[in-house]
């Protein structure tokens, strides 16, 4: 297909248009007025020869092809966005670009406090956007990576990226701090029987030491699911519940959280969370210097 007859401007009313599932909503977000996007509307629809978004009931939904599109559209979008916005020297003093991250609530509490202050100090007309490493966005890795800076995830989940080692923590269990039957160990008996809160429990999700533990042989009862590590304890005070955190986590929970931790039952070996990111983009040197910013925060909460 030859580009110089498409009309690329059609690819920013195409993404609005697939995000909000409604003209009106699309036109709000782009400042348009309605006519004018459904005139963009009917030409998407006649390049493509498929409604994109058809009415149900008194919402709109998108087609098949538009579901295909819709995350394609976006990744295109941030990837023109990079293009346009690269500097010939880059100058972090006077940068307005953003930076994403894809991490856990985890990293967020231990590492972005860190990770802002430096971004501040460094480069204070930048912006960070945190978003959630889900299940379903660390299955596609790579291609997310295409939208985003960085994934900060520990080992076990990726491989063939790029990656840089941030930090080392411990896994220990979490119990009530009223819960008199588990003294100052969590025996394998209690692990067995006790119900325990799980973070992103699922066919393919599982904390690295809940994975550890199964191949161990110990099956954890698990009433509780969470896709939140600061919910866990939350989760176990005032229960006969476990949980299971990271040490650093349960280093900054706050007096009174009405938790304590005891060691793991079974060896599961420490925790190394990294940052991974897209190959294209090593060599960039607005990446780099993230990286860079990123890394150096790792290294001061990790000496605090």
């Known amino acids: 297909m030859n580009l110089a007859n498409l009309d690329l401007n059609l690819l ?8 909000q599932r409604s003209v009106t909503r699309a036109a709000e977000q782009l400042m348009l007025s309605q006519p004018a996007l459904s005139a963009s509307l009917a030409r998407l629809r006649r390049h493509f020869d498929d409604p994109l978004l058809v009415r ?26 990079r293009v346009f916005s690269a500097e010939p020297d880059f100058d972090p003093g006077t940068t ?9 609530d985890y990293s967020c509490t231990v590492l972005a406090p860190r990770i802002v202050a430096l971004l501040e100090a460094e480069a204070p007309r930048a912006r960070l956007r945190l978003a959630a490493n889900t ?11 295409l939208s985003t800076d960085l994934m900060v995830m520990p080992h076990g989940f990726l491989s063939d990226l790029p990656h840089q080692d941030l930090h080392r923590d411990e896994w ?16 394998l008996e209690q692990a067995r029987t006790m119900p325990w809160v799980a973070c992103y429990h699922g066919p ?7 994975r550890q533990m199964r191949m161990l042989g110990l099956e954890q009862r698990i009433t509780v699911v969470t896709e939140n590590f600061v919910t866990v304890p939350g989760l176990v005070a005032g229960s006969g519940r476990v949980g299971l955190l990271q ?3 349960v280093d900054a929970l706050p007096p009174g959280a009405g938790v304590r931790a005891v060691p793991c039952p079974v060896e599961v070996g420490p925790l190394i969370e990294a ?19 990123v890394l150096r925060a790792a290294q001061d909460t990790a000496g605090a």
Not at 12 to 19: C, E, N, R, S
Not at 172 to 187: D, F, K, M, Q, Y
Not at 275 to 293: G, K, N, V
Request: hydrophobic share 40%.
């Open 275 to 293: 940052m991974w990111w897209h190959p294209s983009y090593t060599a960039d040197p607005e990446h780099s210097f993230f990286r860079d910013l």
């Open 135 to 145: 299940p379903r966005v660390v299955e596609t890795a790579e291609r997310s990576l």
């Open 204 to 210: 393919t999700a599982a904390t690295p030491a809940a």
């Open 172 to 187: 220990v269990c979490v119990v009530a701090s009223e819960n008199t039957e588990v003294g100052e160990e969590l025996t």
């Open 96 to 104: 307005t670009r953003e930076f994403t991250m894809l991490t856990s």
């Open 247 to 249: 040490q650093r986590l």
């Open 12 to 19: 920013v009313p195409l993404d609005a248009l697939l995000q």
């Open 56 to 81: 149900v009931g008194n919402a709109y939904q998108l087609t098949p092809l538009a579901e295909q599109l819709a995350e394609r559209t976006r990744v295109l979008l941030a990837d023109v966005d």
